[in-house]
């Protein structure tokens, strides 16, 4: 249980960094990290630190795709995790 919490901590502060980095990269019109790196962070469960980092950093926050996609990430990962409460 203890290197499930590790991992999701580090994924999420791992995917909050790549956001960050993605809008500074946009600002200064520089080489972007691709689409499917923010959503694959989001997805394996980094979709607090993919939110956290949409809203602190106003990042990703016009395109329908990360706004809907990474809240039902993180529903999935709730749900995931209820399941997964109730099976130990």
Do not use: W
Request: hydrophobic share 60%.
């Amino acid at each position: 249980m203890n290197y499930i919490i590790i991992y999701l901590v580090a994924i999420n502060i791992t995917a909050l960094i790549v956001m960050a980095a993605d809008k500074k990269h946009a600002v200064k019109k520089q080489r972007r990290v691709p689409e499917s790196v923010l959503l694959t962070l989001a997805f394996i469960g980094g979709s607090v630190g993919a939110l956290l980092g949409m809203f602190i950093c106003r990042h990703k926050t016009r395109h329908l795709k990360f706004t809907i996609l990474f809240p039902l990430f993180l529903i999935l990962h709730i749900a995931i995790a209820l399941l997964l409460a109730d099976l130990i």
